[in-house]
Antibody
Framework: QVQLVQSGAEVKPPGSSVKVSCKAS????????ISWVRQAPGQGLEWMGG????????KYGQKFQDRVTISADELTNTVYMGLRSLRSDDTALYYC??????????WGQGTLVTVSS | EIVMTQSPATMSVSPGETATLSCRAS??????LAWYQQKPGQPPRLLIY???TRATGIPDRFSGSGSGTEFTLTINSLQSEDFAVYYC????????FGQGTKVEIK
């Protein structure tokens, strides 16, 4: 069973950037893909993008493709999600999830990113 | 983008009864459909994938059906721990989620 542990909460001013990490244990990153899904307060789920580290392939949702970068470090079994030009409506819980082009069977605990001046 | 529409938004059900949740896709997603359960303060948990396959450890009172654009999650004999929000998710194309159905105690 893959476990995903994310970095801690962040508070960022509008216009800045944030980078959230997701460390996998239980299997090497080369065995699976990772996606990022966010959930605004009281709202539903929104897929942002994903990566398959073994082939270094990424894809991003159209809404985010100009502002998000997903990368992976197979040596540390860690995936990163960077989001730039932050706005107040980017305030959300950000989850890393196991899976890229299929179902999401393991979820990180979530990282709260608050965008506020 | 494939739009997923869940109905109803909220349903009130008594313990022991059956809940039937619907999810409609704006275009065919074949059988590439999953369901998740989310409780307050927790990440979602995978219940069903490939329309009807239960994930590891999911009790058999949860079942999924459908194909193409119409899908159903059925929860038989609702237990207290089943009251939560349920999301459908298509992965046939760029992943998208429904807006959720809240199952509350009647």
């Amino acid at each position: 069973q893959v476990q995903l542990v994310q970095s801690g909460a962040e508070v960022k001013p509008p216009g800045s950037s944030v980078k959230v990490s997701c460390k996998a244990s239980g299997a090497p990153l080369s065995d699976f893909g990772i996606s990022w899904v966010r959930q605004a307060p009281g709202q539903g789920l929104e897929w942002m993008g994903g990566i398959i580290p073994v082939v270094d392939s990424t894809k991003y949702g159209q809404k985010f493709q100009d502002r998000v970068t997903i990368s992976a470090d197979e040596l540390t079994n860690t995936v990163y999600m960077g989001l730039r030009s932050l706005r107040s409506d980017d305030t959300a819980l950000y989850y890393c999830v196991k899976g890229e082009s299929n179902w999401f069977d393991s979820w990180g605990q979530g990282t709260l990113v608050t965008v506020s001046s | 983008e494939i739009v997923m529409t869940q109905s109803p938004a909220t349903m009130s059900v008594s313990p022991g009864e059956t809940a039937t949740l619907s999810c409609r896709a704006s275009q065919s997603v074949s059988n590439n459909l999953a369901w998740y359960q989310q409780k307050p303060g927790q990440p979602p948990r995978l219940l069903i994938y490939d329309t009807s396959t239960r994930a590891t450890g999911i009790p058999d009172r949860f079942s999924g059906s459908g194909s193409g654009t119409e899908f159903t999650l059925t929860i038989n004999s609702l237990q207290s721990e089943d009251f939560a929000v349920y999301y459908c998710h298509q992965y046939n194309n760029w992943p998208t989620f429904g807006q959720g159905t809240k199952v509350e105690i009647k």
